[in-house]
């Protein structure tokens, strides 16, 4: 299951289960896959931002992609992005011995102009090997690297192993349709555009051409019909589903406790056993609690997901 080019759909960011005590729950690690194929994701993508892969020991890393890849019926992507190419390209190569479709990787967040930005993925398709197709990761808000149109155009012209961009620029609709009047008028080839930030702008980005969302918002079959229902070229019912959602995806997308958010209602839904993170952490206090089963009450009266 090589990733490809014209992959679309939903590839669901996962988040890594872990146990009070810090430990991986690798019980809930399975039912989470489960859960988002049976949500039907066309992909998953491991050891992302929102997976927390910073804090696990190599080793652990290792096996946690190992137990998704092993486990899911669809293609696994795996975030390889490190401080050195040396941990990037072990962790590579591992992951595509083990069966992964393919790789993500995020610019350096030291990287300041173009030429440093190009000459960063340059390295980087070196340091993998040009035959591992690779995701291309967009997200500013975090990283602290602007990609212009132009950079993400050259870096996709430089690298065919680069088949897909993670869209996750604020604002980024004009960025999404740039790129595809480039690939219209015959300046760039053909990739896949799956977007994250939560599925905040998931409303209007198929619109502008995305093939998808690449993201973890707690209703991943949510998000899966939504995109169906753009495809279907039903625009009213689309929006009217993702309005439905939006006061959640909203409070999801908060700075610092967006994650913990997030495992708290894969809790409730029954996902995963324990909402915990690993330390350091953004917490949720009782009150933030109430407000999110609040939401999620409310929710309920128009999706019936949210009944729990």
Same mark, same amino acid.
């Given at each position: 299951?090589?990733?490809?080019?014209?992959?679309?759909?939903?590839?669901?960011?996962?988040?890594?289960?872990?146990?009070?005590?810090?430990?991986?729950?690798?019980?809930?690690?399975?039912?989470?896959?489960?859960?988002?194929?049976?949500?039907?994701?066309?992909?998953?993508?491991?050891?992302?931002?929102?997976?927390?892969?910073?804090?696990?020991?190599?080793?652990?890393?290792?096996?946690?992609?190992?137990?998704?890849?092993?486990?899911?019926?669809?293609?696994?992507?795996?975030?390889?992005?490190?401080?050195?190419?040396?941990?990037?390209?072990?962790? *590579?190569?591992?992951? &595509?011995?083990?069966? /992964?479709?393919?790789? $993500?990787? %995020?610019?350096?967040?030291? #990287?300041?102009?173009?030429?440093?930005?190009?000459?960063?993925?340059?390295?980087?398709?070196?340091?993998?090997?040009?035959?591992?197709?690779?995701?291309?990761?967009?997200?500013?808000?975090?990283?602290?690297?602007?990609?212009?149109?132009?950079?993400?155009?050259?870096?996709?012209?430089?690298?065919?192993?680069?088949?897909?961009?993670?869209?996750?620029?604020?604002?980024?609709?004009?960025?999404?349709?740039?790129?595809?009047?480039?690939?219209?008028?015959?300046?760039?080839?053909?990739?896949?555009?799956?977007?994250?930030?939560?599925?905040?702008?998931?409303?209007?980005?198929?619109?502008?051409? *995305?093939?998808?969302? &690449?993201?973890?918002? /707690?209703?991943?079959? $949510?998000? %899966?019909?939504?995109?169906? #229902?753009?495809?279907?070229?039903?625009?009213?019912?689309?929006?009217?589903?993702?309005?439905?959602?939006?006061?959640?995806?909203?409070?999801?997308?908060?700075?610092?406790?967006?994650?913990?958010?997030?495992?708290?209602?894969?809790?409730?839904?029954?996902?995963?056993?324990?909402?915990?993170?690993?330390?350091?952490?953004?917490?949720?206090?009782?009150?933030?609690?109430?407000?999110?089963?609040?939401?999620?009450?409310?929710?309920?009266?128009?999706?019936?997901?949210?009944?729990?």
């Amino acid at each position: 299951m090589t990733l490809r080019a014209d992959a679309s759909g939903l590839f669901a960011i996962a988040t890594t289960p872990f146990a009070p005590d810090g430990s991986i729950d690798t019980a809930s690690v399975d039912r989470l896959t489960d859960f988002y194929v049976e949500s039907g994701a066309t992909g998953i993508t491991v050891l992302g931002i929102m997976g927390e892969a910073p804090k696990l020991e190599p080793e652990e890393a290792l096996g946690l992609m190992r137990q998704v890849v092993g486990r899911a019926r669809v293609p696994v992507v795996v975030g390889v992005s490190a401080p050195g190419f040396a941990a990037m390209r072990s962790l *590579a190569l591992r992951s &595509m011995e083990a069966g /992964a479709a393919g790789v $993500m990787i %995020a610019p350096a967040p030291h #990287l300041r102009t173009d030429e440093q930005i190009l000459g960063y993925f340059a390295q980087a398709v070196e340091a993998i090997g040009a035959d591992v197709p690779f995701v291309l990761q967009d997200y500013p808000l975090t990283l602290s690297v602007v990609m212009s149109p132009s950079v993400i155009a050259r870096i996709m012209t430089d690298h065919s192993s680069c088949v897909m961009l993670k869209h996750e620029d604020w604002p980024g609709l004009e960025k999404i349709s740039t790129l595809r009047a480039m690939q219209a008028d015959g300046r760039l080839r053909p990739f896949s555009i799956l977007c994250g930030n939560g599925g905040l702008f998931l409303d209007f980005e198929p619109e502008r051409g *995305a093939d998808g969302a &690449m993201t973890g918002y /707690a209703f991943p079959d $949510m998000l %899966a019909v939504l995109i169906a #229902l753009h495809r279907a070229g039903r625009r009213e019912e689309a929006h009217d589903l993702f309005d439905a959602h939006l006061p959640l995806i909203r409070y999801e997308q908060q700075q610092g406790v967006g994650l913990a958010v997030r495992k708290y209602v894969l809790m409730r839904r029954g996902i995963i056993a324990s909402d915990a993170q690993r330390k350091p952490a953004g917490r949720l206090s009782e009150t933030a609690r109430a407000e999110i089963d609040y939401l999620l009450a409310r929710l309920a009266l128009k999706d019936r997901r949210a009944a729990l």
